[in-house]
Structure formats: C-alpha cells, structure tokens
C-alpha cells in the first residue's frame, strides 16, 4: 500500500502552511440545548494515537475517568489517499461502532456533500448517527465543562473558571507558535516562511522555559488544559519535529526546565500510557512522502521519560 499522503499540504503564495479548518463544529452541553447533550453511553471518540490534536481529548478522557462514558477506539497510524482507516494492527482496531473501514464513511453519512478533510478526533453520536464534532479546541473543553456529571469523584478541574481567561491567552500562543508552529515550520515550502515559523516556534519554546523555571504549571498553580496543550507537542518534539519538521534549534532535552516539565506530566497518571511513539514515528515518518520519501522511520532518540524530574519542589 503506497501512501500518497494528503499532501503537499496547503501552503500560500510565500510558502507558508495553511493550516486548513473543516469544521463540523456541534457542541456537547450538559442541558442538551445543543441537541447532542452529555450523556453516559452515546458518543465514541475516534483518535489517532499519533495526532497531537486527538492526543489533548486521549489524556482529557482519561484524567476525568470518562473511559465507561465515552468510548474511544484508534485508527490505523498509516494513511494514505483514502484517508484514515480502522484496521487491525499493534494499537489499533476495526471500528467498534459502526464497522467503518474508514473514517471517510463517519464523514459521509453526517454530511453527503461534505468535502473537506476527514480528520482526527472526532466525535460519533451513536444516537443520531452521525459525528458531533471534529473541532478540536471544543472536543476538550465540552469533556472539561460539559460532561461533569460523569467526572469521576474527585477528577481535577482543568478549566477553571477563575484561570479561563489566562488559560485562553497562554492556549493562543502556544498554539499559533507551538503546537501549530512545528507544523508551519515543517510544511514551509519556502526558506522565508520555514525561518519564520521556527524563529517564532524558539522564542515561544525559550519564552515557556522561562515560565516553567519558577511554577510547576503553565497557569495558576495547577494542572489545566494549557498544560495538556503544550505537552501533545512537547511529546513529539526531539521524536519527530527535530528532525522531520527541522525544527532543531534546540532539541527538548536541551530545555532543562520544559524537559523536566514534561517528564512530570509524563509520569502522572493518565499521561505516559497514553504517548505511543511507535504510531507516532510510524505515522510522520510514513505519511508525509514529500518530507521523507524513503518511508524509513528513525529508531532514535532515546529519551528517559521515567527519569526523576524534580518539579514537586515547585509546588
Ligand atoms: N479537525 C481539525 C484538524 C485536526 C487535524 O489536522 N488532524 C489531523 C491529524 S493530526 C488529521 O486528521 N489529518 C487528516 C488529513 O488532514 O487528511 C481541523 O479541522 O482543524
């Protein structure tokens, strides 16, 4: 099976990457006004366990004990012209729900004429037949603020009234610089626009150094989804975006501080489990043909995720 990937990916006239949005973009409410109300039993997650985007509503799902309320299943890493698929192999699955061979059909059935990108995550209301959501920013924070009736006891609060604005604000940043950042660095098809995005993608990395040196969080003095956002990335980084996405001013490892912060994530509960660098290597590293026409997949780096990190003395 000879991927020809999706891409080139959508770059400008200046070699920029354009990140394209096709958005189906229902809401999850508690009160049900959105016509898709939180309910236990309804909805299935579908994610790819090497997408920094579906990774976020992974550990979300876990960190709230959402796993008997919402069920999840994962796509073949590989894709290729047909988009994602559910096959069996070391991770994945046929799908659960509805036995689609691929994630095309979900799109379908929800919108005949739709047109756009079949992405990852997504979510499948079980109900009325057809997905929710594939809007990223709103699938974590509809789980945060919507689904509390099925937190388990005890489950942390990521999306605190009293932090939402400061979150926003470090969650704009981060995503522009960051966590889409390696992304605009990687697709550039001109120098110009690859310098640019990597010049911004270090200031902000040697800005969140800065940040991280005195506070064990990125916001207030607790773990919330400005957290989750950053470490989907950070995860990747020295794996995949150094060497795929050059962006390699800096590896994580040369990041004393970022590095110990993600290490903490790493090895709390409802983290570590989730990060599966071999779909991860696998997917970039065989998807992308234009960056990596060979298809070979680094066995590196090696990195000591478990090693002690030092941040409980930042509170
Ligand atoms: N749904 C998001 C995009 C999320 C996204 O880019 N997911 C990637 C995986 S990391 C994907 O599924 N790509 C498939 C494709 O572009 O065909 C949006 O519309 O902005």
């Not at 959508?10 to 990140?19: L, P, S």
């Not at 059935?109 to 079980?126: E, H």
């Not at 005195?214 to 989804?225: A, D, F, I, N, S």
């Amino acid at each position: 099976m000879r991927s020809t990937a999706q891409f080139p990916a959508e770059t400008g006239a200046d070699g920029a990457f354009v990140r394209q949005r096709y958005s189906i973009r229902d809401r999850n409410t508690a009160d049900g006004s959105s016509g898709f109300p939180a309910e236990a039993g309804r909805y299935h997650l579908y994610v790819s366990l090497a997408c920094p985007w579906a990774h976020r509503a992974i550990i979300v799902r876990n960190l709230l004990g959402l796993q008997d309320v919402i069920s999840m299943s994962v796509v073949d890493p590989i894709r290729d012209e047909r988009g994602w698929a559910f096959r069996d192999g070391p991770g994945h699955g046929p799908d659960p729900v509805c036995n689609f061979q691929f994630l095309s059909e979900a799109y379908l059935r929800t919108d005949a004429s739709y047109t756009g990108r079949y992405t990852v995550p997504c979510i499948w209301d079980r109900q009325r037949q057809r997905l929710v959501t594939n809007n990223y920013p709103d699938i974590t924070i509809d789980l945060e603020t919507q689904f509390t009736a099925f937190h388990t006891p005890g489950a942390p609060d990521l999306y605190p009234n009293a932090l939402r604005q400061q979150i926003d604000q470090v969650n704009e940043v981060v995503y522009r610089e960051v966590n889409n950042g390696v992304y605009r660095a990687g697709f550039a098809t001109s120098q110009g626009a690859y310098e640019a995005a990597v010049d911004a993608l270090f200031a902000r990395l040697d800005w969140l150094e800065e940040r991280l040196a005195g506070r064990r969080y990125l916001v207030g003095g607790q773990l919330t989804e400005a957290d989750i956002r950053l470490f989907t990335t950070l995860a990747r980084f020295d794996a995949v975006y150094v060497g795929h996405f050059k962006c390699n001013l800096r590896r994580l490892v040369d990041y004393p501080h970022l590095w110990a912060y993600a290490r903490d994530l790493y090895q709390r509960p409802g983290f570590g489990e989730t990060v599966d660098f071999d779909h991860i290597k696998r997917h970039y590293y065989m998807t992308h043909d234009q960056l990596n026409p060979t298809r070979i997949v680094p066995k590196g780096p090696r990195m000591e995720w478990d090693a002690p990190h030092g941040r409980e003395r930042l509170g």
